[in-house]
Structures are given as structure tokens and as C-alpha cells.
């Protein structure tokens, strides 16, 4: 009788030790995918800080996550105690289990033992799945959702920035240039760098002596300048 019992308690201690391990390893997933996230998503919030006032809700967002992790964290700690007492129990009761291999009965136990708990775990791979994509969908969601709310920051940044008032730098031009040289019409694929090249100055004697400060807008197509060349 005391055999029978130790079998029926071996059954039920290495149960819940695979149902914990399952349901640990599930947690420290979610755990490491959700930590990701966030350390991506703090990036994004240092970039966007001029216009933090602007993100309240993905702060709060983001700080319940971070409460949900810490929740996880702790309960995965609970949960590693819970797993190391089930070892020392089980080996305990192994122990026990093979005192007792005299009894002719033990053998045929320990089979039925085997067969019951693989059962049990095919059931709980089963139940197990179903808790994984409950997980998964879940975290997903919270993604999406934070992701929208951030897109909507770094779109309020961009609309931001973009209707700031562009300040003119103001550009200084020398009269340090040749002052011989040839006058010039522009010409459709012309840069001030082809020209100076052909006609042996330089770009910035060209600029000087025509006030060019944005060659891709000052320099237009059929436009007269004066290219300066040493003597």
C-alpha cells in the first residue's frame, strides 16, 4: 500500500513539474519578446524627445507594459522556486520507488505510471498550444496598438518639424577670383564642376564671380556666367 502511494504521489509530483517547466518557459518568451520591444520603442522616444508633450499616451502605454513585465518577471521567480522543490521531491520519491524494485508488482506500476503520464502530457501539449496562441495573439495586439501610437508621434514630429520656418544662412562671397576670363551659357546637364573642369578653373572661383550659392537652384539652364581663368 505504501508503494501504491509513493506511485500516486511520483505521478503527481513530475505532472506538475512539466505543467510549471511549460508554463515557465511560456512566460520567459513573452517576457524576452515584450523587453524587445520596449528597448526598441525607448530608442524611438529619445529620437522624438523635442516633442515628448506630444506622446502622453505611449508613455502610459509603455509604462503598463513595463508593470506587465515585472509581474512576469516576479512570477517566473515564484515559479523556479515551485521547480526546484518538485526536483527535490522527486528524486525523493525515485529514491523510494527503487527501494521497493523487490516487489514484483513495482515494475508493472511504474508502466502504468509511464503510460498515464504520457497521456497526460499529449493532453496538456494540446491545452498548452492553445494557451501559446492566446499569448501570442495578445502581445501582438498590444504591438499593433503601440505601434500605431507611435507612428502617430513620429508623424506629429515630422509635421512638426516641417512647418518650422527654414532660417536663410547667410553666404559671404569673395572677390579673391581672376578677374579675366570667358562668359559662359549654361547648358542642360551642366554642373559647376563640369564647367570648371572644362575650362580649367574652379568651383569656387565660378561661384564667387557669379554669386552662386546653391548650384542645384542659382545654376539654370540657358543662364550667361562669367568663368574665370588664371592668365
Do not use: W
Not at 512566460?27 to 506630444?54: D, E, H, N, W
Amino acid at each position: 500500500m505504501q508503494a501504491q502511494d509513493d506511485v500516486i504521489c511520483t505521478s503527481s509530483s513530475l505532472l506538475a513539474l512539466t505543467f510549471r517547466c511549460v508554463i515557465e518557459s511560456s512566460i520567459i518568451i513573452m517576457t524576452k519578446t515584450l523587453s524587445l520591444f520596449l528597448l526598441i520603442l525607448t530608442g524611438t522616444f529619445i529620437l522624438t524627445s523635442p516633442v515628448a508633450a506630444q506622446t502622453d499616451n505611449v508613455r502610459v502605454a509603455v509604462a503598463n507594459l513595463n508593470q506587465d513585465v515585472a509581474l512576469l518577471v516576479q512570477q517566473v521567480k515564484a515559479l523556479r522556486l515551485e521547480v526546484e522543490e518538485m526536483q527535490r521531491q522527486n528524486a525523493r520519491l525515485r529514491a523510494q520507488v527503487a527501494a521497493s524494485a523487490s516487489d514484483n508488482s513495482t515494475d508493472n506500476k511504474i508502466n502504468n505510471l509511464s503510460s498515464a503520464i504520457e497521456t497526460l502530457r499529449r493532453e496538456y501539449r494540446q491545452a498548452d498550444e492553445v494557451q501559446k496562441n492566446q499569448i501570442i495573439a495578445e502581445v501582438t495586439r498590444q504591438i499593433e496598438a503601440l505601434a500605431k501610437q507611435t507612428q502617430g508621434a513620429i508623424n506629429s514630429v515630422a509635421n512638426a518639424v516641417e512647418s518650422e520656418p527654414q532660417i536663410a544662412v547667410p553666404v559671404h562671397f569673395s572677390d579673391d577670383y581672376p578677374k579675366s576670363g570667358i562668359k559662359y551659357t549654361v547648358r542642360s546637364g551642366d554642373t559647376l564642376s563640369q564647367i570648371a573642369r572644362a575650362h580649367g578653373s574652379s568651383i569656387k572661383h565660378i561661384q564667387n564671380a557669379n554669386k552662386i550659392a546653391n548650384p542645384a537652384k542659382d545654376l539654370q539652364v540657358g543662364q550667361t556666367i562669367f568663368i574665370p581663368i588664371s592668365e
